[in-house]
């Protein structure tokens, strides 16, 4: 049985892998999760990329959206802006609490993340192992012009990133708590016994790349020896979705498929796929020292992800040949 270890962040993540558990219905998929997304609202813990993994993957997502639940309600949230209370930017649905709060007891009651992220996968049987990358808590801050002053502040991100819409220019991307953070139970061990580790197309600054912030990971991968490949959030000069570009000009990286494959590096990087609109990328990435190919890498459905997830595990197989 084929051992697959992807690390994973939201939206784009969680699309991959539902292609990959098509393109290999048969291997044993686990994915390290950010929770540098992680935000403490009303009391309650909430994992944004951990529930968007599960919830797309057990048949609850918003498809549309890509994120949240499907037929989502709102009274909660109207009745604490009745009350005055904020922040009402971020839009937990009714369904979406009960989840936080099922892990804010048990976190309280002194389950860690990852224990909790196993009972609550319980209901969801999402087919794949799914652990947050720490127990640890670490929270991605922004560094930002402060509207209100001379100087610069920071920001959490989520509010970077729902509130402000990533409006402002972000001058650094700071992973705060990842330098004392521990893998959580379970990451070491996967990518140790992995046979491939894959990057989706995740957000390589404040997803894939916080995953890899946390001490340990970055090394047990290089130290594996198994294939590395990853696949372009960035198409045509830019971001599939989202804001990416905001981020990655705050770490010095260009936005295109190349300058992201020379930021993972060929020291983490074997094998990238960039897309087809893209071609004209691969001698420049192979020059990095990274084995590339240009393929469609749009998931516009299951079959053209499935499709992509097929192309990830080729290139594997030919850089480890």
């Known amino acids: 049985m084929q051992r697959i270890v992807v690390l994973a962040g939201g939206i784009g993540g969680a699309r991959f892998l539902r292609g990959l558990k098509v393109a290999a219905p048969e291997a044993e998929i686990t994915v390290v999760g950010n929770t540098g997304d992680d935000i403490h609202l009303f009391g309650l813990k909430v994992c944004p990329d951990l529930d968007t993994v599960m919830y797309t993957l057990g048949g609850g997502i918003n498809e549309e959206q890509g994120w949240g639940r499907t037929g989502e309600t709102f009274a909660v949230k109207e009745e604490l802006g009745?009350?005055?209370?904020?922040?009402?930017?971020?839009?937990?649905?009714?369904?979406?609490?009960?989840?936080?709060?099922?892990?804010?007891?048990?976190?309280?009651?002194?389950y860690p993340l990852s224990d909790v992220t196993q009972a609550l996968c319980s209901r969801w049987e999402p087919g794949v192992r799914l652990l947050p990358m720490t127990d640890d808590r670490v929270e991605t801050h922004v560094l930002v012009d402060d509207p209100e002053g001379e100087g610069r502040k920071a920001v959490h991100f989520q509010e970077y990133w729902v509130r402000m819409r990533a409006g402002a220019d972000a001058h650094a991307v700071v992973p705060v708590g990842a330098e004392s953070a521990k893998p959580a139970p379970g990451v070491l061990d996967a990518v140790a016994h992995a046979d491939v580790v894959l990057f989706p197309p995740s957000n390589p600054v404040v997803s894939v790349g916080t995953i890899l912030a946390v001490p340990g990971i970055r090394e047990a991968i290089a130290e594996a020896g198994v294939p590395v490949v990853g696949l372009s959030p960035i198409v045509g000069g830019?971001?599939?979705?989202?804001m990416a570009d905001k981020v990655l000009a705050a770490v010095g990286v260009e936005t295109t498929a190349a300058a992201v494959a020379r930021h993972y590096g060929s020291g983490m990087l074997d094998g990238w796929l960039v897309d087809t609109a893209d071609a004209s990328a691969v001698d420049e990435v192979e020059e990095a020292g990274i084995r590339c190919r240009a393929v469609p890498l749009m998931m516009t459905d299951d079959e053209a992800t499935a499709a992509m997830a097929r192309e990830a595990l080729a290139l594997a197989e030919e850089v480890s040949a």
């Open 82 to 110: 009745a009350y005055g209370v904020g922040p009402q930017w971020f839009g937990l649905g009714d369904r979406d609490f009960a989840t936080h709060i099922v892990r804010t007891q048990m976190i309280s009651a002194g």
């Open 238 to 242: 830019a971001p599939v979705r989202g």
